[in-house]
T-cell receptor, first 117, second 109 residues
Framework: GAVVSQHPSWVICKSGTSVKIECRSL??????MFWYRQFPKQSLMLMAT?????????EQGVEKDKFLINHASLTLSTLTVTSAHPEDSSFYIC?????????????FGAGTRLSVL | GQQLNQSPQSMFIQEGEDVSMNCTSS?????WLWYKQDPGEGPVLLIA?????ELTSNGRLTAQFGITRKDSFLNISASIPSDVGIYFC?????????FGTGTSLTVIP
């Protein structure tokens, strides 16, 4: 079953509104979560690394004031797209790092499709 | 961020055929992971590899961690229609994960 839950799976909003996406690790604690953006038929593009209890680390070119990340607990990170515009329409995917016996594994949420009208 | 070289970019095969894809990197990795992504879904982990030379199977899937730690391959044997999707490799160096560009697989019944 899923080990990372992402909600909502699909959201449609008007231009100028803000949208919050939640990412939860199920039955494990994740001090580190990642947020990705994916365009059609392309690979995952890392937007930011979310660290529990501290500020997120954003990749170059990603506006931190537009994509607000909050990692308030060991099982929850949120991404808020502020003042969304049509060009923000995309597929957003979160992931969480689970420490396994011999190494770390990254598990992904099911993704959120954002459509900004 | 860094992206891994994944090939082939796309494959069209007949049902029952075997499939092979690989990833290469200029950097050494501690972990190699293979994921499958269906349309509109997040990637799902298929196989995780932790040691150079490691060969691991998951059903009809087999993956290997290259000896140089800079490459990995994934084989799918006796493909079936539900194998259709995009396959991504990922390598972990330190606390960073890097992804391949993906291999789109189409299986023709």
């Amino acid at each position: 079953g899923a080990v990372v839950s992402q909600h909502p799976s699909w959201v449609i909003c008007k231009s100028g509104t803000s949208v919050k996406i939640e990412c939860r690790s199920l039955d494990f604690q994740a001090t580190t979560m990642f947020w990705y953006r994916q365009f059609p038929k392309q690979s995952l593009m890392l937007m930011a690394t979310s660290n529990e209890g501290s500020k997120a680390t954003y990749e170059q070119g990603v506006e931190k004031d537009k994509f607000l990340i909050n990692h308030a607990s060991l099982t929850l990170s949120t991404l808020t797209v502020t003042s969304a515009h049509p060009e923000d329409s995309s597929f957003y995917i979160c992931s969480a790092i689970r420490t396994a016996g011999v190494g770390n594994i990254q598990y992904f949420g099911a993704g959120t499709r954002l459509s900004v009208l | 961020g860094q992206q891994l070289n994944q090939s082939p970019q796309s494959m069209f095969i007949q049902e029952g055929e075997d499939v092979s894809m690989n990833c290469t990197s200029s950097s050494i990795f501690n972990t190699w992971l293979w994921y499958k992504q269906d349309p509109g879904e997040g990637p799902v982990l298929l196989i995780a590899l932790y040691k150079a030379g490691e060969l691991t199977s998951n059903g009809r899937l087999t993956a290997q961690f290259g000896i140089t730690r800079k490459d990995s391959f994934l084989n799918i044997s006796a493909s079936i229609p539900s194998d259709v999707g995009i396959y991504f490799c990922a390598g972990r160096g330190g606390n960073q994960f890097y992804f391949g560009t993906g291999t789109s697989l189409t299986v023709i019944p």
